[in-house]
Each structure stands twice: as structure tokens, then as C-alpha cells.
């Protein structure tokens, strides 16, 4: 899916990724990521956000909830991160990183309310009124006054399977009484998952009926007397999205894959996000006429289809790339032809390393053709060098 836009927009990470394997300084079963281009596509949307005054949190689950990532973006002016769940949120408080919005796609858990509103949460997203409750009462205890949003739902959205929740657009306006005289909560707006996404139909990304959800939620709001400050509309949050956020409805987007230019309008269209990640693996030995190399990054939605393989840049070969079933460990990824053990293979599919057993690497230096490894993280945000 991404491979081909790899080879067009970053042939030098690649060329890196391989120098720095073979020379016994990356590990297979990396996600490898050129800062300095995660960085320059970070300020891309921020600066389309401030053009369009719209409000950015950022999504890292996806890339292992990284923290020097995490950091980057508040030093270009990010807000905080949208955690998309209690443990994320975790991570970003151990390392002092800003929370944006929490609860979204994962509630916190009571025993964390208070810790997370004492540290400073910027709004916690509920999507029932016993949460709420719980938020309002743990708020008053630390003598505080939580801003929340309020998940909706309207059944016709789309919603992903074990994602499903929200308050029902019929039920709105007595939830919203019910929260309203709630003394340690205070309705700051509304948000829904996704709201835009990359349509292959129309061939660019397009709102889902989510946002007609969120558009009507914000006015059930007003005629309650409760201005919805935070029209919250994310999923493929990148400067294109933008550009129809601002036009079709939304104040506050979630730049995620965005911000390594791999959405999936990423793979069809020419943006301003250029791809800046990929995945290193080694061949393991050979069996059956195929080779085999080191699996722990698969992601069941990945659409892993090739990778380059070989032990110098100049000859790296494209090899088809089976991965192992959905019912199996992946262990390794079967290659179509063998290969010589220890070489290096390269691949670029949609990702989600924060369920991977994976190592995070990132490098600085890339473009410049003297890349040098920044640091290693695990797939769940702790450094190991």
C-alpha cells in the first residue's frame, strides 16, 4: 500500500534503514522514523490548523505512543495529546506531556479520574452519564471544575466494532440536562469517530455522517443555552482534511497517521505529508524454496504486500510478502523466493505499533546522508537506549 510511495518520497531513509542494519546498529523488527521529516509534516498541519483556526491534538498510539515524539510536538505549539486510552494517558503524564483529550475511544477508569483531572486534562470525552458523575464528583473533591465532551451517536453512523458507544442524538437533550447540573463538569462540546475519511469512490477524503452527528449535536447544545466551543472531527487529520474542515464543519481535528504521511489518502493522492516511516526486518533462514524473516510488527488491517530485500541499497529486489494467519503469532513473514540470511528487508504498510511487540527507532540526518540513530523505544513508549 505504501511501499511504491516510499521509494518515490524517501528513498533515503530506506538507504539508511539498510546501512545502519547491516552495519549491526538497527535491530530487525524495527519501525524506523526520519525525525526530521515527521518534523517538518508535523509543522505542514500546524501551521494549515492556524491558517483555519483549528485546535490540534495529536495521536501517537499509533506510533507506540512515543514521548520524544510527544515532545516534538509541543515544541511546535501542539496543545497536548488525544490519548486513545487510560494507559497512553499514563505515558504521557510520566514524561510531562500535556493531555488534550481523554476518553475518547476508552474511558478512564475511576480509580485515574482524579489523578488525570489533578494533572491537567484540557477535556475528558464521556459517553455516559455514570461517567460523568464519577468525573463531576472527583473534580469537586480537588476543588476543581472539569470540561468535558460529549460522545454522540445517530444511527446511521459509522462506527468501527469495539468502538461502539456514544449518547444517542434522540437522547441528547436529556443527557445534557442531567450533565449540566453536574457541579464539577462543564459541556465544552461534542465529538464523534470518524467524522472524515479517505472515500476510494469519490477518490479524496469526504465527511462520513458522523459529522452531520456533531453538526446537529452542537445545535441541540445552543438551543439548551450551552455554546459548543469544541466541535471535535477527527480521523485522517492531515492539511487536507483541514482544508475540508474548514469548509464542511469542525474546530478540532486529531493529526495521527497524518503526521507520517500515511493515511490512506496518503497512498493515492500527492500531499504535503511526506511518508517518513517504515519497517525493518532480516531474513531468518529459508525453508520450501522461501525465505522467512523476522516478524512482531503485523497488523491484521496492515495490507502488507512486498518489501525490499537485500544487504546494500543499490540492490535491493522488491519479493512478495505473505504474512502469517489471522489465528496464527506472527513469528515471521513468509517471503515469495529465498534470500541470503541476514539481509535486510524493508516494508511500508499501514501500522499500529502500539498492539506490536516492536521497537520504535528514529533518526535524525536522514536527508543530509549522515543518518545517526536519536534512540530506541518499545512499542509502548518506554526507552530502551
Not at 173 to 178: A, I, K, Q, S
Request: hydrophobic share 40%.
Amino acid at each position: 500500500m505504501f511501499l511504491e510511495k516510499l521509494c518515490r518520497e524517501s528513498p533515503q531513509l530506506i538507504d539508511a534503514i539498510c546501512r545502519l542494519h547491516q552495519a549491526g546498529r538497527i535491530l530487525p523488527d524495527s519501525y524506523v522514523i526520519d525525525l526530521d521529516q515527521f518534523r517538518r509534516n508535523a509543522a505542514a498541519i500546524k501551521a494549515k490548523a492556524d491558517e483555519n483556526q483549528i485546535r490540534l491534538w495529536f495521536m501517537l498510539k499509533q506510533l507506540g505512543r512515543n514521548p520524544r515524539l510527544a515532545q516534538e510536538l509541543v515544541e511546535l505549539g501542539y496543545p497536548g495529546a488525544v490519548v486513545v486510552d487510560f494507559k497512553e494517558a499514563q505515558v504521557m503524564m510520566n514524561n510531562h506531556i500535556p493531555l488534550g483529550n481523554v476518553g475518547h475511544l476508552v474511558q478512564p477508569p475511576q480509580a485515574m479520574l482524579r489523578q488525570i483531572i489533578d494533572y491537567g486534562a484540557q477535556v475528558i470525552t464521556v459517553y455516559s452519564l455514570e461517567k460523568a458523575r464519577a468525573i463531576s464528583d472527583a473534580a469537586l473533591s480537588l476543588g476543581k471544575k472539569q470540561s468535558i465532551l460529549i460522545r454522540v451517536f445517530d444511527s446511521r453512523d459509522h462506527i468501527y466494532s469495539g468502538q461502539t458507544a456514544g449518547v444517542d442524538l434522540s437522547r441528547l437533550p436529556d443527557f445534557l440536562r442531567e450533565v449540566s447540573a453536574l457541579p464539577g463538569v462543564e459541556v465544552h462540546g461534542v465529538t464523534s469517530f470518524p467524522c472524515y475519511l479517505y472515500q476510494e469512490e469519490v477518490g479524496d477524503i469526504a465527511p462520513t455522517p458522523n459529522l452531520e452527528t456533531v453538526t446537529q449535536a452542537a445545535r441541540i447544545l445552543r438551543e439548551q443555552g450551552v455554546e459548543p466551543r469544541i466541535l471535535n472531527t477527527p480521523s485522517a487529520t492531515s492539511c487536507r482534511t483541514l482544508e475540508l474542515m474548514s469548509k464542511l464543519g469542525g474546530n478540532c481535528g486529531e493529526p495521527g497517521h497524518g503526521l507520517t504521511g500515511t493515511t490512506p489518502a496518503h497512498a493515492e493522492m500527492e500531499l504535503p505529508e511526506k511518508q517518513c516511516i517504515a519497517y525493518l526486518s532480516e531474513v531468518s533462514h529459508n525453508f520450501a524454496g522461501k525465505a522467512y524473516c523476522y516478524g512482531g510488527g503485523f497488523y491484521r488491517r496492515g495490507h502488507m504486500a512486498h518489501a525490499l530485500v537485500g544487504s546494500q541499497p543499490e540492490q535491493l529486489r522488491p519479493i512478495e510478502v505473505t504474512p502469517p494467519s489471522l489465528e496464527s503469532i506472527d513469528y515471521h513473514f513468509e517471503l515469495a523466493e529465498t534470500a541470503q540470511v541476514g539481509e535486510s528487508v524493508v516494508m511500508a504498510f499501514r501500522y499500529q505499533i502500539f498492539v506490536t511487540r516492536s521497537d520504535v527507532v528514529l533518526l535524525s540526518g536522514v536527508a543530509q546522508g549522515d543518518p545517526q540513530v536519536v534512540g530506541v523505544w518499545d512499542s509502548l513508549g518506554n526507552q530502551k537506549a
